[in-house]
Structures are given as C-alpha cells and as structure tokens.
C-alpha cells in the first residue's frame, strides 16, 4: 500500500470554535476540506509515530466517510495503532474514557454535538489529548494557523476498513482494533455509582423512569446500563436506535427539542424521573414528575448531594461553572467551604483544572455536567448521578430541588436565544455593548443598578493562559446578572445568546415561572443591548 501526498491549497475557515470545526456537512464534502483540517492536527502534533489514536463519531451522516478518509491519514501519518469504535461511533465521553483507560496519545472524535445532522446538516470534529478533554486554545490556533499555510497532505491508498467487525485489521504499517466501548463506559459508571440501589429502584413498582436517547449516539450505552445492568423495564429507553439522521429531529436535549418527552413527563401521572442526552452523547436534561430541572440547578443539586454517592463520597476538592451558568454552584461551594472557579464557555478550559486535581465536578447551563472521572462532559453520567442520590434519598425530582432551594436560595434563571442572526448585525451588537462597558457601569435601570460591566477575561490559573472576549456581563447591585455572547457552535450564520439571573430566596415565590419572575430583566435585556436593532428579531427562537 502506498502512501499518497496530495497537494492542496489552504481554506480560511477552519478555526474551531468553542468545540471543535463545525460546518455544513457539504463544506465537509467539499474536496480536501476535511483532509487538510486532519493533516493540520497531525502537523501540530509532535512525535506521534508508533502512537495510538482513538477516533470515533455520534454516527451522524458523513460519519463513517469520514472516518475512513481520518484512518489512512494516520496510516501515512505514521500512527502505529488506532482505535475505532464499533460502526465508527464513540459517545463523546466513551471516547474521552478509552482514551484515558488505555493509555493513548489521544482522539479524533466526529460530532457537531446537538446540531441536527443529514446530508443538508451540520458534521464537526474535534482533536482531544492524552488527558481525554477536548484539545486547549493553544493547538486549537496552532491547528488553525496550520490549515491556513497548508499545501499537502499524506494518506494510504488502500481499501477501506471494515468497521463493523470487532478486533483487529492491518492497515499498511498500522494495527486497526474497532473496540467495544459501551462495555468500557458501563463498567466505569459501575465503578462510580451504586448499582444495586439503582436496581432496587429502577425494579420497583412504585417508581418508573424515562430515557430519551434521541436517536442518537447514547441509545446502546443507555439500554445496557438501564434495561441491562440495572434491569429497568424494556421500553425505559426511548428512541435508542442510533440514526444518521437522528429521524429528522433535533438531538437536542431541552424542552424544545426533546418535546415527546417533555409532553410524556409533564402529565399528572407521568414518569418519576426523566433524562434525555444530545447527538454525542455528552449533554443531558433532567427532569421529575412535572418538574423541569435546570442545568444550572442540576450542577448544583449533584455538588449538594455528592456524600450521598459513592464515587463521590471523599468529598469534592473544588467545583466549576462557565461564566453563563447560574451561580447556584457557587451558594453549595461556599457552604461547604470549598472554591467554585468561573471559566469562559467551553468544556476545554475545565481541562487544566481536573488535571491539577482542583476541581472534582463542572459544568455549563448548556445542559453539559461532568466530573474528573473523564474529561468530557457526560450525560448518561449525570443521569445515574441523579438516580443514585434518588435512590439513596427516596424523595421525588420537585421535592429534592425545592429542598435545595430552601436550603441554598434558588437562583431564577433563563437563556434566550436569537439563532441564525445575520453575523454583521450580531457582531455590531456585541461591538457597541463593548464600547458602553464603562458607560453602562453605575446606571440605574428601574429597580436595577449596574454594580460592574465587563467583557469577560479568563486567566487559567495553572497555565496564565488568557482567554479575552468571551461574553458581556451586567452584574447588578442586587445579584441578579445579564450576560450576553455569541455561540461558538453554529453553522449558520450568528445566534445571540442572552443569560438572564436573579437570586430569589422567597420560597414562596419559588414555584412562579421564571419567564414571569424575570420579565422586567427580560425586556431590560432586550432594550439595553437594543437587540431588535441590531438583529431585527423581537423575540427569541428558543427558551431554556
Ligand atoms: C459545546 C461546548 C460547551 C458549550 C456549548 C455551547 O457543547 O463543549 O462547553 O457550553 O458548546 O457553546 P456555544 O454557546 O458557544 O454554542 P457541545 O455539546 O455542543 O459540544
């Protein structure tokens, strides 16, 4: 088999964003688009011959092309081992967990998340390292400043492998395995959570549950922790069927896209406990019996209840949050006399954190939570977190998180966003809130007071590296915060992203829709950053 080098010649739009190259599944197909991004990785990479990398994607349409063109390049590239995952799918926290298990240099993994996928939709991949997390800002820009000067790239002309065999092929001078991984990533849930409490539950009569796999990537991992080790009735997992396509919906798990499940929870007698996770598996929506949980409160909710885990039960070193997500985390931190950081938007820059060992669990509003048994964020993980404390605790969803309120004050919270903005008009906004920070600093907005008005910078505190722009915060006297940023994972065009907060700790008014208890931060979110101006929507596309 020979080694081909192609000449090419550069494209300009291959930065990653907040995860990794997200783009139309044709500019993908577009010839040696795709090629020149995997060469900029390997160029950026030093010493990887003889090394094993592990690739793998959420299935999603132009998948397992992909993967086949990612292969032979690390053959050419000198790679001396890959790992595949079964028919080419690895959730993005299995991926994260072989590549930490066994060792590896580090991952390719093919996913554009929640995006919905097809041939008309989204496809992304990004590069992980030997930590198992998504890869630092410093090769995400030595990995775009590379795409940008690039003339060739190196792949085997040879067949295409067989990936729907497990063990073991050749490919020229490289071993290819295709691995199993549900069986790795169920015995480490196993590891960290107690089953056999869970199974008591999941097997009563008096408790039943609902997973919403989606379509996508979790379905297998799903029915074998679920249905399989914890014995949960057959039917527990809904739509667990991996699809290229996911049927046409949007594998996103909120309570616009996963609406059969909401429709099903939200009944006077519907299930005790709900969950969906996303196209790759790494985000995850809790619910109870008529009770939506926000991701915020959910982080929270975990860190409160940490003890009642086993994996958990040592105690958590420190926890994290992204700049956006409410600071509910922060109330648990400080009770129980332990540091919360605050990072910009991207499970990336939690990395350095679980590496030092200063954090033990993190996670975003974007429905993503984790902890430092991968370097991901996990949504089935965080499903389990939940059915442990459940099972220890024997309460409902509402009871546990109205307890929590109680105790700690619940901070009322949304986000609104305003999709497939023209990019002009979406940078202009965020160019004059720029401008306005000092101005905006001290002005009274009826019962509201700016107490400080910055675009956010954040210095990681093990490595000092800076991380600047990355989202206008309105901090008011009283607590409550607007923040305002622009998604790093769209194909198309700009979405808005407006974070609206308020502490609230009036049990009596716990129980008012957070649409209602934050109307006036709503409208003032909405004149302040003059968002009909610049975007000419009056209102968002979707609300969580
Ligand atoms: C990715 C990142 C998350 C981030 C989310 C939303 O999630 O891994 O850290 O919070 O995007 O980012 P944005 O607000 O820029 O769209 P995923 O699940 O899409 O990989």
């Known amino acids: 088999m020979k080694i081909q080098t192609v000449e090419t010649t550069p494209f300009d739009d291959q930065r990653p964003g907040t995860s990794g190259l997200r783009k139309k599944v044709k500019v993908f197909q577009t010839p040696h688009y795709l090629a020149n991004f995997v060469q900029s990785i390997f160029n950026v990479l030093a010493d990887i011959e003889g ?21 032979k390049m690390a053959a050419a590239n000198g790679f001396g081992n890959v790992m595949v995952g079964l028919g080419g799918i690895l959730s993005t926290p299995a991926a994260s967990c072989i590549i930490r298990k066994y060792e590896t240099y580090g991952g390719i993994i093919l996913s554009a998340s929640h995006n919905p996928g097809g041939p008309e939709a989204d496809f992304g991949i990004k590069y992980n390292t030997a930590n198992g997390g ?12 590379n795409s940008r000067k690039i003339t060739q790239y190196r792949i085997l002309d040879s067949a295409d492998i067989d990936l729907d065999t497990l ?36 097997t009563s009569n008096s408790f039943s549950m609902r997973f919403d796999a989606m379509n996508a990537v979790t379905g297998p991992y799903a029915l074998e922790i679920l249905e399989n080790r914890l014995g949960a009735p057959s039917g527990t997992v809904l739509r667990g069927e991996p699809l290229a396509d996911f049927g046409g919906a949007h594998p996103d798990p909120n309570l616009v896209h996963a609406k059969e499940l909401v429709a099903v929870m939200m009944g ?51 926890v994290a949050r992204s700049m956006p997500t409410s600071q509910a985390i922060d109330r648990v931190a400080a009770a129980k006399g332990i540091e919360c950081y605050e990072t910009p938007t991207g499970w990336k820059f939690f990395g350095n954190l679980l590496d030092a060992g200063k954090i033990t669990l993190c996670g975003e509003e974007s429905f993503g939570t984790g902890s430092n048994h991968v370097r991901e964020k996990d949504g089935l993980w965080a499903v389990l977190f939940w059915l442990n404390i459940l099972a220890v605790r024997k309460q409902s969803v509402a009871d546990i998180v109205n307890d929590h309120w109680k105790q700690y004050g619940r901070d009322v919270y949304t986000r609104h966003d305003y999709e497939a903005i023209a990019t002009e008009g979406a940078n202009a906004l965020m160019d004059q809130l720029r401008a306005r920070t000092s101005e905006l600093t001290d002005q009274r907005f009826g019962d509201y007071i700016v107490a400080h008005c910055d675009d956010f910078s954040y210095t990681d505190s093990i490595d000092n590296s800076v991380s600047s722009k990355q989202g206008i915060r309105l901090l008011f006297k009283n607590g409550a915060r607007i923040v305002y940023r622009l998604s790093g994972t769209g194909t198309e065009g700009a979405t808005l992203r407006v974070y609206i907060e308020q502490p609230e700790n009036d049990p009596a008014k716990f129980a008012q829709d957070p649409q209602q208890s934050l109307a006036e931060l709503i409208g003032l979110s909405a004149s302040i950053a003059k968002i009909k101006d610049y975007t000419g929507r009056s209102r968002p596309d979707v609300i969580t």
């Open 51 to 71: 090394q094993t990398l592990v690739v793998g994607g959420d299935g999603r349409y132009f998948n397992r092309e992909a993967l086949q063109i990612i292969v």
């Open 134 to 145: 998504p890869a630092p800002e410093k090769i995400t820009e030595a990995i775009f400043s």
């Open 167 to 202: 063990g073991e092929q050749r490919l020229g001078n490289m071993r290819v395995e295709i691995i199993d991984s549900v069986s790795d990533y169920a015995d480490m849930m196993e590891q960290l959570f107690d089953f056999d409490a869970m199974c008591s539950l999941l």
């Open 268 to 318: 006077a007698d519907g299930p005790d406990f709900g969950a969906a996770s996303d196209g790759d598996g790494d985000r995850n929506m809790i619910l109870g019996r008529d009770f939506y949980v926000t991701p915020s409160d959910s982080l929270a909710v975990l860190a409160a209840n940490a003890s009642l885990v086993s994996g958990y039960q040592q105690g958590l070193a420190g």
